[in-house]
């Protein structure tokens, strides 16, 4: 009897020409809005994302102990450089449990872009950040249009950078 009621349903679905969904491409009103923080960076000042709104915005996870992370570094200070002043910007947030080493190390670095201790609030917000590196690619509107974790080739971020600031 089941093998019966199973047939009529599969010739039912064919002869009404039922087919499955195509899968879809998400556009980018489609990508979560990222969520929104205020910190204070290892300078002194104040960090909002929202403030970042209108530029392309690659937000950072890592610490200065993780040796992928550090990899990364010398990467993002090259971007910052090169697309910083057509609309993108870095912002770094150190995963590190206290903010010295984290002074030292952008000293050390002559890291370009802003810095922040994050915390495992924060962590949450963005899904939990389970390793490092994780980076988030937002938009000029401030949704997350790519993440990448661990370690990712420059050239990826570059052409993401790139393809975003077109639009």
Known sequence: MRICVALSVLILALMTGCKPRPSTTPSATNHPLAPDFSLTDINGQKLDLASYRGKIVLLDFWATWCA??????PHFIDLQNKYGSQGFQIIGISMDDSISPVRKF??????????????????????????????????RDGHIIAKHTGETDAAVFENEIAEALKK
């Open 106 to 139: 952008y000293g050390d670095e002559k890291m370009n872009y802003p810095v922040a201790v994050g915390d495992d609030k924060l962590a949450e917000a963005y899904g939990g950040v389970l390793g490092l590196p994780i980076a988030f690619v937002i938009d």
């Open 68 to 73: 992928p992370c550090k990899a990364e570094i």
